[in-house]
């Protein structure tokens, strides 16, 4: 009789390059699981519930309707199944995140209990957080150097797709995957996103993939700060939960040009793989956020400049009125409300107007990063904590970034400069160029020089 393992499906929701997927097909029949986390959803917001829903049926289905899930706390419910399957062995992606950390060190506790292990296999990152140091060994903490080390890993590497032996098909070596049926408790109704959602699931996926990378990746480095052009990838909700892994868009793009043309900006045919290049520098500032995260887990919601984190912010009701009209798009500066309203409408916003967007917040309006942070997070699609967070601590001047507290986005000349015909503003604001349309809410330069003077106050430095 053969043994029987459990794959714990987490923010890896494929069947395709699952290095902990292939590690349990491996040993027998594969219970696939998912365990909706009381404590992960109640800090999601309803588009990206829907979302992982949505992604949830696209695996059950890949599964031949297989997939077990269950509700309840994980340190209970994946020992219990393990018990009730017979399981020796419970496969997961490693998570590198402050909570996932916590609860698979006490998930591998109880499982040892029981005379059963907690295989950790792989991670949800081109390169896995705490991987890519310096010389003397010490962790990076600024994305340029780590950025050069982490394509010259890349490019001196082995190359290969982790866990290429599983396929979207369920197989693994050629060999159909056998899964072993159990009782769950099924998904719950799918809560209303209040927005339009992108097509969910690994077969999306691969298709929004490979539509890029034959259309799109090329020009990427010319066009991806147009946000009325809608030439980014659009794969940010995938990479999220796991539908498609980073190395294998990275292992597409090394087929197109050699990794190490990718890691030298000047090698002679840079102008040819500038796209490729500069998408995959996008890759690995999602996994360097990762890295700080990884080592600084208390960065998820402090500053990681201690020197700034008792400068004085806007926190009364006055603060949250300013707030509301932030949240809303109803600031009077185009860009930053089209952003707002992008992000209402469609549980995404260009990555350009992100910064925008949060400069404004916390540069013109004086409120806590955190504020907006977790705005974000209730609306995004891709919301992803590492990402997100430290994304906004950047725009704060709080964070990893080594440019001083005193870059201050213009919202004006950041329309002109990336919207200058109008055209993301009439996307998204019905009423724009009307006398409908909000005035200004703030004078952008008298509210930059505010911020320098309370930057000043906080650090003693001009």
């Known amino acids: 009789m053969r043994a029987t393992a459990v794959m714990w499906f987490r923010r890896d929701l494929r069947l395709g390059d699952h290095p902990a997927l292939e590690a349990a097909a491996r040993t027998g029949g594969v219970v696939p699981l998912f365990v909706v986390d009381p404590v992960l959803m109640g800090s999601s917001g309803a588009p990206r519930a829907a979302y992982l829903h949505d992604c949830l049926m696209a695996l059950d289905e890949a599964t031949g309707g297989h ?3 269950r509700h309840g706390d994980p340190t209970e419910v994946v020992p219990a199944i393990a018990a ?4 020796a062995d419970v496969y997961v992606t490693r998570d590198h995140g402050p909570y996932g950390r916590r609860r698979d060190a006490e998930v591998a506790d109880r499982l040892r209990a029981d005379g059963r292990r907690l295989r950790g296999i792989g991670s949800n990152h081109a390169l896995e957080p705490g991987t890519v140091r310096k ?3 010490d962790p990076y903490a600024v994305h340029t150097p780590f950025s ?3 394509f010259a890993i890349l490019a001196d590497a082995s190359y290969a797709v982790p ?3 599983t ?8 060999e159909p995957i056998e899964w072993v049926a159990m009782d769950g408790d099924g998904l719950a109704d799918r809560p209303d996103p209040g ?3 992108p097509p969910a699931g690994e077969g999306a996926a691969r298709e929004r993939w490979a539509e890029f990378r034959d259309e799109g990746v090329g020009d990427y480095a010319d066009r991806r700060d147009d946000p009325a052009g809608d030439a980014t990838s659009h794969l940010s909700p995938h990479l999220k939960w796991g539908a498609i892994h980073p190395r294998r868009l990275l292992h597409d793009l090394h087929d197109l040009h050699d990794l190490h043309d990718l890691h030298d900006r000047h090698a002679g045919n840079g102008i040819r793989c500038a796209g490729p290049r500069t998408f995959a520098s996008e890759l690995a500032w999602r996994d360097f956020y990762a890295d700080v995260l990884f080592h600084r887990p208390r960065t998820a919601w402090s500053d990681l400049r201690d020197e700034l984190s008792g400068m004085r912010l806007d926190t009364d009701a006055a603060a949250r009125d300013r707030f509301e009209r932030w949240c809303a798009g109803r600031t009077g500066f185009p860009i930053v409300d089209a952003g707002m309203r992008q992000l209402l409408a469609t549980g995404w916003m260009h990555n350009r107007v992100r910064m925008i967007t949060a400069s404004f917040l916390v540069k013109d309006l004086h409120l806590p990063w955190q504020w907006g942070a977790r705005h974000f997070l209730d609306h995004l699609v891709d919301g992803d904590l590492a990402s997100n967070n430290h994304g906004w601590q950047w725009a704060a001047g709080t964070g990893t970034d080594a440019a001083p507290y005193f870059r201050v986005f213009n919202p004006t000349t950041q329309s002109e400069r990336f919207d200058s015909d109008g055209a993301y503003a009439r996307r998204w604001i019905a009423e724009y160029g009307t006398d409908a349309y909000p005035r200004e809410m703030v004078d952008h330069a008298a ?3 505010g911020a320098l003077a309370r930057y000043e106050a906080a650090t003693g430095r001009s």
């Open 84 to 87: 009730e399957a017979g399981a």
């Open 195 to 197: 927005c339009e959602l």
């Open 67 to 69: 997939l077990v899930v």
């Open 167 to 174: 396929a979207p098909d369920g197989t693994c070596d050629g």
């Open 135 to 137: 010389g003397d060994g």
């Open 148 to 150: 050069k080390r982490w």
């Open 447 to 449: 509210e930059r020089r």
């Open 163 to 165: 866990g290429a032996a």
